[in-house]
């Protein structure tokens, strides 16, 4: 299980988006174009993702970079956040179904493979055509070319309206691992999912209303680099399977 140390402050090294003066020199050369060497890395990593998939075929609409790193608010916490657009109707009119299987594989993948490109982490999101992202910057890998430039303007950021919001999710987290280390599965597997579905609607009502500098946005964002959305998520799926094998071991009994 991991372990989060909640102290005051303690959020305030999460809090890195202070703009640079330029696009990481590491993935972007002086024109600002994806270097080549990364460009292949990153379509390596997405076409073992692909065939990993139990699909016959999934036709994507384009593969395109986004987040901090195709922008200059990047900094050592940052992910780069490769994004394959699909038209999920084309796979199933179901759309909420492909969705929810596209998320579990992710996930999947994401948690069995730490794949890192000069030594940033590679996160991997199957995103439909038709979901509006928000984003000051995305660039197309296939096409070479921005969708989005990034613009380096100062942002305004509410920081202590972000470590509000961060530290009242940590305390949460903490009560959930301590329901889960007193052994009941069932109680914390609910809080979880009642959890994540808060900091789903929290970052999306953030990023609907204020955009990507939104105290909820960079709330989340100070969760995730803190280690505390990966426990979050731990505990959801742990508490799960506990369920699962109690409920099985009872029917067998």
Known sequence: MIKIAITPGSLEKYLAFNLKEELSPELWDDDEQLRPAIKAALLAVVKDFLDSLDLSAVVLDDVVI???LANYNWSEFSDIDVHLLVDFKEINPNVDLVKKFFDAVK???NKLHDIRVKGYEVELYVQNISEPHISTGVYSIPQDAWLV????VKPEIDREGAKKKARFI????????????????EKAFRVAEKLKDKIKRMRKMGLDQAGIYSPENLAFKMLRRSGDISSLFEIY???????LSLAETIQDG
Do not use: F
């Open 237 to 243: 799926t742990n508490a799960y399977d506990k369920n």
């Open 107 to 109: 996930s999947n993948w």
């Open 66 to 68: 986004t987040g901090s």
């Open 170 to 185: 940590q305390r949460e987290v903490d009560k959930l691992e301590k329901i889960y280390d007193n052994g009941d599965y």
């Open 149 to 152: 430039k990034p613009k380096r």
